[in-house]
């Protein structure tokens, strides 16, 4: 899951530039010389409805790096309650504070970003708050603004994800799947286990509707992919208490084990047909983990090795791919000592 919070993401409308005619801009377009990044990575340039987007300057493979950033300005947020808004007049001093040290081209990067604010907002709101509160994502205890990820659009089948690394001070952009040059980076900046109606919802207080590919598909198909979402979501939900590696005892637990073991490999199928990269690696540990409860050793070595290689990719440090890597390194051993035990009698 990600560590979006309530009133802290990024929306890209960008109406000061004009859009292309069609929804893939040409090469030609990419070289839109409006910031030209790392070379060779990504291209900002416009994107059709979106205003600005950010492009890949060649292909990727799963995993490549799309972008490294260090937050420009960082505030430790005030402490309310879960799921209320942040008083924004407190977000917008604190702001404030950071903004006013930096250099001029650095506040200029800020100030160019996109943000959604209503009418009373506008009137009584300092803008640089309210761009912070568009903007910015979740960085460990902190809350970061970093200008360059903030041009990355929204989609709800995205072809890339990020992590914070503290030990960097960095937030990384990498790909969750092969991207062609020229096509579009989308990242998600809300829980995409939600049907196309729940997302656009949430969308909405960042000011556009949604009109990705998962939200633009025919009747039926959409209506097939609510219900994926709605499935893997409870699913994901369900195996939660039950992820213990502890054998069952009773017949009858062991009888629920087996059925659970079945059920994780239907989980992970549903999230890759459905397209949801974010959330392989979680449905792969649920694998892993049913099945080692059953004593299925390869499988269970299996699942968990593809859960650490996703895992290892987005953050080798992170607490998830130490789990995993223990994890792969128990069922492979214990699959050995099966293996071994059978041509030994
Ligand atoms: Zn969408």
């Known amino acids: 899951m990600r560590f979006h919070i309530i009133s802290v993401i990024s929306i890209f409308t960008f109406p000061t530039f004009a859009t292309p005619a069609t929804s893939k801009p040409a090469l030609w377009q990419l070289q839109y010389p409006i910031c030209p990044g790392p070379p060779g990575v990504y291209i900002v340039a416009p994107s059709a409805g979106k205003g600005l987007g950010v492009f890949a300057a060649h292909d990727l493979e799963i995993g490549d790096i799309v972008m490294r950033e260090t937050p420009v300005i960082k505030i430790v947020p005030p402490k309310v309650a879960k799921g209320r808004p942040y008083p924004m007049s407190i977000v917008s001093k604190l702001v404030r504070e950071e903004f006013e040290a930096l250099s001029p081209d650095a506040q200029e990067e800020v100030l160019s970003l996109t943000y959604h604010a209503s009418s009373a907002e506008k009137t009584n709101t300092d803008a640089l708050g309210i761009i912070f509160r568009t903007n910015a994502y979740n960085t460990g205890d902190k809350v970061g603004l970093f200008p360059k990820i903030a041009r990355i659009n929204h989609a709800c089948r995205p072809n890339t994800s990020y992590y914070w690394s503290e030990k960097l001070n960095k937030r990384i952009v990498y790909a969750t799947r092969k991207i062609k040059a020229g096509e579009e980076f989308f990242v998600s900046y ?9 997302r656009q919802k949430q969308l909405d207080r960042y000011g556009f509707t949604c009109h990705c590919e998962a939200c633009t598909q025919e009747r039926e198909a959409q209506q097939a992919s609510d ?47 459905e397209g949801l990269a974010d959330y392989y690696a979680k449905a792969y540990r649920i694998a892993a983990i049913s099945h080692a409860r059953v004593e299925d050793w390869q499988p269970a070595a299996i699942w968990a090795n593809r859960g650490y290689e996703l895992r290892y990719m987005e953050d080798p440090q992170s607490p998830n791919t130490l789990e995993l890597y223990q994890l792969t390194s128990t069922f492979i051993s214990n699959w050995e000592s099966e293996l071994r035990s059978r041509f030994s009698t």
């Not at 809300?190 to 729940?198: A, G, M, R, V, W």
């Not at 009858?252 to 079945?262: G, P, S």
């Open 190 to 198: 809300i829980s995409l286990l939600l049907t196309q109606e729940e």
């Open 227 to 273: 219900n994926r979402r709605t499935i893997i979501k409870k699913a994901f939900a369900n195996f939660e208490p039950q992820l213990i590696l502890e054998p069952p005892r009773s017949s009858k637990a062991k009888e629920q084990a087996r059925k659970n073991a079945k059920a994780s490999v239907q989980l992970a199928e549903l999230v890759q047909e």
